[in-house]
C-alpha cells in the first residue's frame, strides 16, 4: 500500500542548512508537500511541488524531486531557532482529488 | 482571520461520553478532510467531504465514528461512547485546487 518514509530526527547548527529527507510508494502522486507543525499547534503548509517538476525553490527553502527514486527533500537555508519544529512529508494519494498520505515526521532541532 | 477555523481547541470527556468537534473551512474551499494524529505519529486520514458528499472513509472510522457536512459549509465530526484510544488531536483540512490548508486541531483526551 502507501506509504511514505522519512528520518525521524535531525539537529544542526543555527546558520547551517537543513536537508530533511523523505521517500514515497504511489508513483501517481500529482503532488508532494511539505508541513511544518510546531508544539500544540496544526499543520502550516511550507511548500508543493508537482510532480513534472524536477526542483522548487521559495526564498530559503528548495524542494528537490526525483521521481524515478521517489525521493522527495527539503532543504532550508540559513536555519534558524524557529525553524526548529516538526516537518511533514506528503504525498497526493490518487491523483489530485485524493487524500493526502504522511510521513511520521521530522523532528529539527537547531542549536545556537 | 480567514484560516480553517476548528472549535474546541481542547476537549477532555470521560469514557463512554459522546463528543462533537467542529471545523469551518476557507470559504470556497470545496473539500474537507478529517484527519486524527496521535503522539510521534503523522496524520492519518478519516474521511473527505466534496461539497456535502462524504466521498471517501477511512477503515480508522469505525461505527462511533460520523462526520457530516451540510449545505457543504461547516462540518462535523461526533465520536459516540469515545474510548481511551480515541485520545489524538483531531484535525480539519480544506482544498480547493491543490493546496490543502489545516486548522488548529481539535486535542481529545479521554479519561
Known amino acids: 500500500g502507501e506509504d511514505v518514509e522519512q528520518s525521524l530526527f535531525l539537529s544542526v547548527r543555527e546558520g547551517d542548512s537543513s536537508v530533511i529527507n523523505c521517500t514515497y510508494t504511489d508513483s501517481s502522486s500529482t503532488y508532494l508537500y511539505w508541513y511544518k507543525q510546531e508544539p500544540g499547534a496544526g499543520l502550516q503548509l511550507l511548500t508543493y511541488i508537482f510532480s513534472n517538476m524536477d526542483m522548487k525553490q521559495d526564498q530559503r527553502l528548495t524542494v528537490l524531486l526525483n521521481k524515478k527514486d521517489k525521493h522527495l527533500s527539503l532543504r532550508i537555508a540559513d536555519t534558524q531557532t524557529g525553524d526548529s519544529a516538526i516537518y511533514f512529508c506528503?504525498?497526493?494519494?490518487?491523483?489530485?482529488?485524493?487524500?493526502?498520505?504522511f510521513g511520521k515526521g521530522t523532528k529539527l532541532s537547531v542549536k545556537p | 482571520d480567514t484560516g480553517v477555523s476548528q472549535n474546541p481547541r481542547h476537549k477532555i470527556t470521560k469514557r463512554g461520553q459522546n463528543v462533537t468537534f467542529r471545523c469551518d473551512p476557507i470559504s470556497e474551499h470545496n473539500r474537507l478532510y478529517w484527519y486524527r494524529q496521535t503522539l510521534g505519529q503523522g496524520p492519518e486520514f478519516l474521511t473527505y467531504f466534496q461539497n456535502e458528499a462524504q466521498l471517501e472513509k477511512s477503515r480508522l472510522l469505525s461505527d462511533r465514528f460520523s462526520a457530516e457536512r451540510p449545505k457543504g459549509s461547516f462540518s462535523t465530526l461526533e465520536i459516540q461512547r469515545t474510548e481511551q484510544g480515541d485520545s489524538a488531536m483531531y484535525l480539519c483540512?480544506?482544498?480547493?485546487?491543490?493546496?490543502?490548508?489545516f486548522g488548529q486541531g481539535t486535542r481529545l483526551t479521554v479519561v
Open positions: 506528503a504525498e497526493n494519494y490518487g491523483g489530485s482529488q485524493g487524500n493526502l498520505i
Open positions: 483540512a480544506s482544498k480547493r485546487d491543490t493546496e490543502a490548508f
